[in-house]
């Protein structure tokens, strides 16, 4: 039994971390600069905004993999390999966080919805820690192990709307990433046709970076579980 469990243990740590391994390994397998590309990644982005007339849109350094569109302070960041960067990569990232800029300027609801639900996170998770840490009291106060089950049910479904908020999101990346950014370098002729696979690789892992965490997420549910069990 406690070998079935470490199995099934391993294909669950398996299925957390291998989305973020392979997102991290497509973008580096096309991260080499090129010296036949005109302009970096921070350009191209400051270009597409332009075009967009998105002007007042700024184009930032985030720190190495914080690359993000920012709707509050619209705002496009970019690391630095991908902001000074004359990659596959560097260009395919900045087409991306380029979209949602885009999309934030044409009233996409389910951006919206993302930066609302984001928004009230915080919040949620506030009171996830608060529930949990009045469980006990109220279980030695009241000694009702019902409202102690409740109480932790109601904690546990908090700390999933951060899985929820990821989930939401993938329409969100797969627009940007499929419905925007590649046309873009295809129709602008910013990347070579040969070069078209790659970046449509990258865009992929792109819009996935936030399915990854959103596994993640899940490992600290899992942790709570633990926790509770004891």
């Known amino acids: 039994m406690a070998l ?3 199995f099934l243990g391993l294909l669950f740590l398996a299925a ?3 989305p973020q391994w392979w997102v ?3 973008m580096r397998a096309h991260a080499t600069d090129r010296a036949d590309f005109p302009g970096t990644g921070g ?9 967009a007339r998105l002007a007042h849109v700024r184009v930032e350094l985030a720190p190495p993999g914080g690359d993000h569109y920012d709707p509050l302070d619209k705002v496009v960041r970019l690391s630095p390999d991908n902001h000074d960067g004359r990659s596959i990569t560097a260009v395919a990232v900045a087409a991306h966080e380029a979209s949602h800029a885009m999309q934030d300027a044409d009233g996409d609801r389910l951006l919206a919805t993302r930066l609302k639900l984001a928004g ?16 006990p009291l109220a279980m030695l106060v009241l000694k009702s192990p019902v409202l102690l089950v409740l109480q932790i049910g109601v904690a546990l479904a908090l700390l999933g709307s951060r899985v929820l908020v990821h989930v939401l999101t993938l329409p969100v990346e797969l627009d940007a990433s ?6 873009i370098l295809e129709k602008g002729g910013f990347l070579p046709a040969e070069d078209l696979p790659k970046a449509k690789s990258v865009l992929r892992a792109a819009a996935l970076t936030y399915v990854a965490s959103a596994l993640v997420s899940l490992l600290d549910i899992a942790r709570l579980f633990r926790v509770l069990r004891f």
């Open 120 to 135: 009230s996170l915080r919040a949620i998770e506030v009171a996830a820690a608060i529930v949990l840490a009045l469980a």
């Open 16 to 18: 957390i971390f291998l």
């Open 178 to 183: 499929f419905a925007r950014a590649l046309p």
């Open 24 to 26: 991290r390994r497509v």
């Open 43 to 51: 350009e191209l982005a400051r270009h597409l905004l332009d075009r």
């Open 4 to 6: 079935v469990l470490g």
